[in-house]
């Protein structure tokens, strides 16, 4: 089972950041939060993740709070390519490599 | 970065007849590949780990004589749908993971949508 909870959708203007919140209370010690996103009829795409500190790329931030128990990704300046679904996993390191997928949220980007 | 193709990206069969779906790592060896499904408005559901040079591990409730996976070498794993039938029909999505790296991210192919007729 999945063990994160997002909310079902969201909304963004576009050129507006989005903020994606995640909840992963029981998120262990050695476990990686990941996101990923699916664009309608494509694979999962990676885009970041992050075991307690902040992260950065190209695509996205992650602010992870200090308990680890939410998680927030910012897309800093939203397209309308970036209407997706994301989702948001926890993935322990040294364990099983599979991802489990929860329900993500649906993001829309006006404009 | 890591490149995983999947092949077909559609397909359309018989009922009763087996379609193979082909995923591989481009430019790097997946000592591990995850072959999950995807139902219309639903999220990835995994049906097996496979592991290069041994046996499948399937998850809880996927039939495994339905779903025959082999992944003989480090860039080619394949999936079969055999004996298929329109429940079958479902968009067939892999992943590969470089092995070695446990917090490397999973690399996913785009997706195979399959119609069974």
């Known amino acids: 089972d999945a063990k994160t909870t997002q909310p079902p959708s969201m909304d963004c203007a576009e050129g507006r950041a989005a903020n994606l919140p995640c909840n992963h209370s029981t998120i262990s010690g050695n476990e990686y939060v990941y996101w990923y996103r699916q664009i309608h009829s494509q694979g999962p795409q990676y885009i970041i993740h992050g075991l307690k500190n902040n992260e950065t790329n190209e695509m996205a931030s992650l602010i992870i709070t200090e308990d680890r128990k939410s998680s927030t990704l910012i897309l800093p300046h939203a397209t309308l390519r970036d209407t997706a679904v994301y989702y948001c996993i926890v993935r322990a390191q040294g364990g099983s490599e599979k991802l489990v997928f929860g329900k993500g949220t649906k993001l829309t980007v006006n404009p | 970065g890591a490149v995983v193709s999947q092949h077909p990206s559609r397909v359309i069969c018989k009922s009763g007849t087996s379609v193979k779906i082909e995923c591989r790592s481009l430019d790097f060896q997946a000592t591990t590949m995850f072959w999950y499904r995807q139902f219309p408005k639903k999220s990835l559901m995994l049906m097996a780990t496979s592991n290069e040079g041994s046996k499948a591990t399937y998850e809880q409730g996927v039939e495994k004589d339905k779903f025959l996976i082999n992944h003989a070498s480090l860039t080619l794993s394949t999936l079969t749908v055999t004996s298929a039938h329109p429940e079958d029909s479902s968009f067939y999505i892999c992943?590969?993971?470089?092995?070695?790296?446990?917090?490397?991210?999973?690399?996913f192919g785009n997706g195979t949508r399959l119609t069974v007729t």
């Open positions: 992943s590969a993971s470089q092995g070695g790296r446990l917090i490397s991210p999973l690399h």
